[in-house]
């Protein structure tokens, strides 16, 4: 395995840092104050958010998640892993670059599984960051880290098909310009276990969706794009809009979550590494009892096992991108498990150090540590729990020996 990167990426990447470090940084404060704390939260978009985007799209840097040279910028999984950790160090540059969450997943889903129609629909817009989508599967009623318990109903009717069901935790629901939903539900519950689920493009302004509530994460409302719960009562979307047919939805599921869980762990390891940088440049300025904080013993410890920890997870990340580009992702789930455990778990310690490291300035807002350590805690939880990835891949190794 050769982890050195192109001429290409090694330019994008430092494009990428350079525009960080001008435009994505020092805007952080300016996006949370024109926020705001008011009830527009939820209806309105910070202006700077929509000037950086279009910034980001007229310097080539836009799409950069997409191996398909066609709609993206045709990098494979290792040569994107560089790009997506410098987003992560930020919680809005993702967005910045269109290469945020749920919405890079839908636009895999599209481009991989969707009608010419559904594409020009939907995928168009979203390639083009004009609008943006949000993905239901998890249910508040059963336990979604098993995707066939899922019990949303849709049922074919005529030219139409039905949608009953209750969903929590679709990402991105509250923002205005969340305009379609990829809902997971049953079409033939006496099907296989694993062709029961379909999925379905369903326009959130349909009859009959309602979001009744904004989910917060430890607080963090995460507004304007929010977790939503959503209830779907007697919904009717026209035949069409099924992505790829009846009773295939686990198998999208499955080939959305892989490069979906790859993308988790490269941001992480880049909140990891800003925390690390946090951590240092705060040690060298701060003096306790007669001496820098930095000449402490445990502070050096701090720092050295944040460094391996980070180093490690970084390998075993671009082992599994190595591995998705030359054998596919099939072969590689056991990588891809492995770092969808070792990644949040090693970002929460790194940053828990810094929050440790800088004291109550760790926990306020005057640092991202906070926001990034609730971040990185949820995704423990999303895209399927620590373990359920540690039982497949003590299920995979045990086949060895078989």
């Known amino acids: 395995m050769d982890f050195s990167y192109s001429s290409k990426v090694k330019e994008l990447e430092e494009r990428l840092q350079g525009f960080m470090d001008a435009y994505v940084y020092p805007n952080e404060k300016v996006y949370e104050q024109q926020l705001g704390d008011s009830a527009d939260r939820w209806t309105a978009?910070?202006?700077?958010?929509?000037?950086?985007?279009?910034?980001?799209?007229?310097?080539?840097?836009?799409?950069?998640?997409?191996?398909?040279?066609?709609?993206?910028?045709?990098?494979?999984?290792?040569?994107?892993?560089?790009?997506?950790e410098l987003m992560g160090r930020s919680l809005m540059a993702?967005?910045?670059?269109?290469?945020?969450?749920?919405?890079?997943?839908?636009?895999?889903?599209?481009?991989?599984?969707?009608?010419?129609q559904q594409k020009e629909k939907w995928l168009n817009p979203l390639l083009e960051g004009r609008i943006r989508s949000c993905f239901s599967m998890t249910e508040p009623d059963v336990a979604s880290s098993d995707a066939?318990?899922?019990e949303a109903r849709i049922e074919k009717d005529g030219n139409e098909y039905v949608i009953n069901g209750r969903k929590w935790w679709s990402s991105g629901a509250g923002d205005p310009r969340c305009k379609v939903a990829i809902v997971m539900g049953k079409t033939d519950p006496d099907a296989d276990r694993y062709e029961q689920q379909s999925m379905i493009l369903?326009?959130?302004?349909?009859?009959?969706?309602?979001?009744?509530?904004?989910?917060?994460?430890?607080?963090?409302?995460?507004?304007?794009?929010?977790?939503?719960?959503?209830?779907?009562?007697?919904?009717r979307v026209p035949k069409?809009?099924?992505?790829?047919?009846?009773?295939?939805?686990?198998?999208?599921?499955?080939?959305?979550?892989?490069?979906?869980?790859?993308?988790?762990?490269?941001?992480?390891?880049?909140?990891?590494?800003?925390?690390?940088?946090?951590?240092?440049?705060?040690?060298?300025?701060?003096?306790?009892?007669?001496?820098p904080l930095s000449s402490q013993g445990v502070i050096r410890e701090w720092i050295a096992d944040s460094r391996i920890e980070?180093?490690?997870?970084?390998?075993?990340?671009l082992k599994a991108a190595y591995m998705m580009?030359?054998?596919?992702?099939?072969?590689?789930?056991?990588?891809?498990?492995?770092?969808?455990?070792?990644?949040?778990s090693m970002a929460l310690k790194v940053i828990d150090r810094a929050i440790q490291a800088l004291g109550a300035a760790g926990v306020s807002e005057d640092f991202p540590l906070a926001a990034q350590w609730a971040n990185a805690r949820t995704l423990r939880l999303a895209?399927?729990?620590?373990?359920?990835?540690?039982?497949?891949i003590g299920r995979l190794e045990l086949k060895k020996y078989q």
């Open 148 to 150: 066939t318990n899922v």
């Open 325 to 344: 580009d030359t054998v596919g992702n099939k072969v590689a789930k056991a990588e891809i498990a492995m770092i969808k455990v070792v990644a949040p």
């Open 45 to 84: 978009v910070p202006p700077i958010m929509e000037e950086l985007k279009q910034k980001a799209q007229s310097e080539g840097l836009w799409n950069l998640f997409l191996p398909d040279s066609e709609f993206g910028a045709g990098l494979s999984n290792s040569e994107y892993a560089p790009l997506c």
């Open 240 to 291: 069409d809009h099924i992505l790829l047919g009846e009773g295939k939805g686990f198998a999208i599921a499955q080939g959305r979550l892989g490069p979906g869980r790859i993308h988790h762990c490269m941001r992480l390891i880049g909140a990891a590494e800003r925390a690390l940088e946090e951590l240092c440049i705060r040690v060298q300025k701060r003096t306790a009892f007669g001496k």
């Open 310 to 317: 980070i180093e490690q997870a970084r390998l075993l990340t």
């Open 94 to 116: 993702p967005e910045v670059f269109n290469c945020n969450a749920p919405d890079t997943g839908n636009m895999e889903v599209l481009v991989r599984y969707g009608s010419e």
């Open 202 to 235: 369903v326009p959130l302004d349909s009859p009959g969706v309602k979001i009744e509530r904004m989910l917060p994460v430890f607080g963090y409302d995460h507004a304007p794009h929010g977790h939503g719960e959503i209830t779907f009562e007697n919904v």
């Open 383 to 392: 895209d399927g729990p620590d373990e359920v990835h540690r039982a497949q």
